[in-house]
């Protein structure tokens, strides 16, 4: 039985070229986030396997031999290298009372909790009975990989109490991270977890929330960035909701529709992501100004490329019209069709600049902050070492 108390959180992710086009198969760069979703484990009653997702509004609790009753129903071949099946998706939304088709934040964090529990310990171990709690700093469905974020983190926990991985927090230490080969587990779980919210997941996001830094992403390929300068970058939440799953499907249907339009887009894309990795490859960690007029114009060609797609929106347009007034170039991350667009600040750019842009924004009932790229991965931490304000979000039972 599981007997210690543990926390572990993943970061979310800004995808500064690639998105979409990397679903089918082109180049993506990707850096982690400084907001981060956080997990934590507890014992719990014996027979008894508990579920706390304060951001989506779910609180639920099984019995374990009732879970393991479904799992021997569903997860006889469960291994992280199959996608989840239609057959076992129907059986654990008719267990768990989510409608077919229903896709409302708690229905999808709810299927994916289920069948990452039910397909790991199908695996390696039994239906744990313990606590989990799940809460985060990232907006949940805005483009900053919050899903990823929510799987990479149970994915790192489910493994750990089944024994899969091991518990790298040693008494004293304030934080810990896994063996490149236990990354590797928790990234393809993560993955799994991915395709039950998203349907259809290139996998960048998890494994930015996997090993953190800056990435290059294709094909399920992950090679980190050799060098990546401090970039300044605004992050801008239009607040209109949106679904990466209907985005994704959406992209797909255009693309069946018009192949020899959209075809090329997507090589343009690809393009843009290969030239900008070069292009931040070869500069200083502290660039000057004149490093960024060309990352600035690459920006601007992809907002439209990503317009064409079809996963531009109003909302989005606005945001870009409001930064250009400010002499400022930005795109949308993520899956576009509302949530987060990103800004770039040169460094000469001027802090009441930076005031100006962001009230003008929020007077579009827009909410945007600065952040820092490069953030670790998923990481285990004491609870000595986590701030007063993620412990007071954890202490909610
Ligand atoms: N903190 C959380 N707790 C539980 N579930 C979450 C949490 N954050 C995200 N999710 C799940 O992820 C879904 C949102 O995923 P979606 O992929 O649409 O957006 P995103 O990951 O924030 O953006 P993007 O994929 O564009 O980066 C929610 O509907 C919910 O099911
Ligand atoms: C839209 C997309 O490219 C990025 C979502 O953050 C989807 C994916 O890669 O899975
Ligand atoms: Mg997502």
New binding site residues.
């Given amino acids: 039985m599981w007997a210690r108390e543990l926390v572990m959180s993943a970061p979310g992710?800004v995808?500064l070229h690639?998105?979409?086009a990397?679903?089918l198969g082109k180049v993506?760069l990707a850096v982690a986030l400084d907001l981060r979703t956080f997990l934590r484990l507890r014992p719990g009653a014996e027979g008894r396997l508990s579920v706390s997702l304060p951001g989506v509004g779910v609180r639920r609790s099984w019995d374990t031999p009732e879970l393991r009753a479904l799992r021997g129903r569903i997860a006889a071949d469960c291994d992280e290298s199959k996608p989840p099946s239609l057959e076992q998706l129907d059986a654990l939304r008719e267990f768990a009372g989510i409608a077919a088709g229903a896709s409302a934040p708690e229905s999808l964090a709810t299927l994916a909790f289920l069948y990452m529990c039910l397909a790991i310990s199908a695996k390696y171990g039994d239906v744990p009975s313990v606590d989990i709690l799940v809460w985060s700093e990232l907006p949940t469905g805005a483009?900053l990989?919050s899903s990823a974020a929510y799987a990479v983190c149970l994915a790192a926990a489910l493994l750990m109490v089944c024994g899969a991985i091991s518990c790298p927090l040693q008494e004293g230490e304030s934080t810990a991270r896994w063996t490149e080969e236990e990354l590797t587990l928790i990234n393809s779980w993560a993955f799994r977890g991915?395709q039950v919210i998203?349907g259809?997941?290139?996998?960048?996001?998890n494994a930015v929330g996997t090993w953190g830094g800056a990435l290059r992403y294709q094909a399920g390929k992950i090679t980190p960035l050799k060098r990546v300068p401090t970039l300044r970058i605004l992050l801008t939440n239009t607040k209109v909701p949106r679904s990466?799953k209907v985005?994704?499907a959406g992209v797909k249907e255009k693309i069946l529709k018009f192949p020899a339009i959209m075809n090329p887009v997507l090589d343009s894309i690809d393009a843009i992501s290969q030239e900008c990795q070069s292009v931040l490859e070869a500069m200083p960690a502290n660039p000057s100004p004149e490093h960024y007029p060309v990352l600035e114009e690459f920006f601007d060609i992809n907002q439209h490329h990503l317009n064409v797609l079809g996963v531009g929106h109003p909302s989005l347009d606005r945001l870009c019209q409001v930064t250009a007034s400010h002499s400022l170039h930005s795109k949308l991350t993520?899956?576009g069709g509302g949530g987060c667009g990103i800004t770039l600040l040169p460094p000469d750019t001027s802090p009441p600049a930076v005031e100006a842009a962001k009230q003008d924004l929020c007077a579009c009932g827009f909410e945007c902050w600065e952040t820092k790229i490069g953030a670790p991965g998923v990481t285990l931490h004491s609870c000595c070492s986590l701030s007063a304000r993620v412990l007071h979000a954890l202490a909610q039972s």
Avoid at 200 to 205: E, K, L, M
């Fill in positions: 992710k995808i690639g998105e979409h990397v679903v993506a483009g990989g991915e998203h259809n997941p290139s996998g960048v996001d990466t985005l994704v993520g899956a």
